[in-house]
Structure formats: structure tokens, C-alpha cells
């Protein structure tokens, strides 16, 4: 339309043509529409979610998976000795770019139930903390995964907490043992130091989400590495 009206001139076509057939001509696109290689066909599709993808999947999660401190040596958490999980799941921003979605938040409950833990999620925005006594007669222990992702909407990514003074800030890390899991970014020690077992998981796929648990439970050992970063130049967060 914009050529039809008259904004585009032919000259400006015609360069934007050069550089777009330039482009694929460069790669060799031409080459391989002739060739039937521009898209696979349908039999050779069977190539996806291979064993051995999948297993190179497992290998990179194993290796990724990071203990930056236990410094409480609350770990290993087992369904044996810690039965009775109190859930926190936090997100960010929904709708943008590269936006948060809560899908890994069912992947989360399904790998611990699968573990044998009997999950409670916390759920909604309440300030209502309850009784403390009432709190760790109730669970055994807390895990707080969170998912929080974002791209250009803005310069730095914090945690947002659902509202002020939320349940959900760790309060209860001086209560029952709490594990703190990051599943995308590094550097949430600036707003939770008071967490005393931290992992930077690096995804948030089924299979991290699933060997993440298995660490937590002592079942493999963390083979991950981090740099001084994570403490984000915060003190507490050494402690």
C-alpha cells in the first residue's frame, strides 16, 4: 500500500529488494529451495526429541545446576525428612517481549509430588503471615522457585513481591529450613540475603526443574560454578 500511495518510491523498492534478495542469495537460500532443503520433510522430522538430544539435555542441566551456599547446611531435604513443603513461586512481568509466563510453576508441583513431597502453594496477595508457631508445626520446609523473566521493558530485574509486605518475602528462612531456587536470572541475592541455600538452576525446562530437586534431595551433586557476581556486592547475603 505504502508503494501504491506513493510513500515508497520505486528507488527505494528496488534497494530494499537488492538487500533482501542479497541476503538470502548469500546464504544460499535459492540453492536450496531447488534442492528441497529449505524445510525438512515431514519423515525427517522424526530427527526431534531423539535419546540422545535428550540426554545431552540431562548432561547440560547436571553440569549447569549450581550451589552458590548452604551456609545453614540444611541440605539434603528429603520427602523423608522434610515431608510437608510450603511452596512460594515468583514470576515477572507478564505480557512483555520475552515475557514471564506460570507454566513452570505446574512443572515445579509436578516434579515434587512425583517426589513424594506433599505440596502446599502459596497462594494470592496477603500480608497475612498467620502464627508463626501455627507456620512451622504445619510445614517441614519452605522452597521458593523463582521464574522471573523480562526483556527491554526495563534496565534491571528485581523480584516484585505479589504487594507490600507480601507473605511471600522470606520471613519464614528464620523459621523452617527454606531453599531459594532461581530457574533464569543470577542475581536475586540482592533482594533476598536473608536466604541461607541458594541454586541458580539456568532454565526452567521439566528436566532442570526435575535434577534441581534430585540435588536438593542429595541424590546427585551439584557440578555448577559461579563468580562473585551472585552476591550481588551485598554482605548479608555471605552470611
Known amino acids: 500500500d505504502g508503494y501504491k500511495n506513493g510513500v515508497i ?4 523498492l528496488n534497494e530494499a529488494l537488492e538487500r533482501i534478495l542479497g541476503l538470502k542469495a548469500a546464504v544460499n537460500l535459492h540453492k536450496k529451495e531447488e534442492k528441497n532443503e529449505l524445510m525438512p520433510a515431514e519423515d525427517k522430522l522424526d530427527i526431534i526429541g531423539q535419546d540422545e538430544h535428550h540426554q545431552m539435555a540431562a548432561g547440560a542441566a547436571d553440569k549447569a545446576i549450581t550451589l552458590v551456599k548452604d551456609s545453614l547446611g540444611q541440605l539434603p531435604i528429603t520427602p523423608e525428612t522434610h515431608p510437608r513443603i510450603k511452596l512460594y513461586y515468583l514470576y515477572g512481568e ?33 500480608r497475612d503471615k498467620g502464627k508463626i508457631m501455627e507456620y512451622r508445626d504445619k510445614y517441614d520446609a519452605a522452597f521458593v522457585f523463582a521464574d522471573v523473566r523480562g526483556y527491554a521493558q526495563q534496565n534491571n530485574y528485581r523480584i516484585k513481591w505479589k ?16 531453599v531459594f531456587v532461581s530457574l533464569n536470572y543470577t ?14 538452576a539456568h532454565g ?30 551485598t554482605w548479608e547475603a555471605r552470611r
Request: glycine share 6%.
Open 9 to 12: 518510491t520505486d528507488q527505494r
Open 163 to 178: 504487594s507490600p509486605m507480601d507473605n511471600e518475602v522470606p520471613w519464614y528462612a528464620a523459621e523452617i529450613p527454606t
Open 94 to 126: 507478564l505480557g512483555g517481549i520475552y515475557n514471564s509466563d506460570t507454566s513452570s510453576r505446574d512443572r515445579i508441583i509436578t516434579e515434587l509430588e512425583k517426589a513424594g513431597f506433599e505440596v502446599d502453594l502459596n497462594e494470592g496477595e496477603s
Open 204 to 233: 526452567n525446562t521439566s528436566e532442570v526443574i526435575r535434577q534441581t530437586i534430585e540435588k536438593i534431595m542429595g541424590k546427585s551433586e551439584f557440578k555448577g560454578s559461579y563468580n562473585e557476581n551472585v552476591w550481588c556486592d
Open 187 to 200: 542475581n536475586h541475592y540482592l533482594d533476598v540475603p536473608m536466604i541461607k541455600t541458594f541454586i541458580n
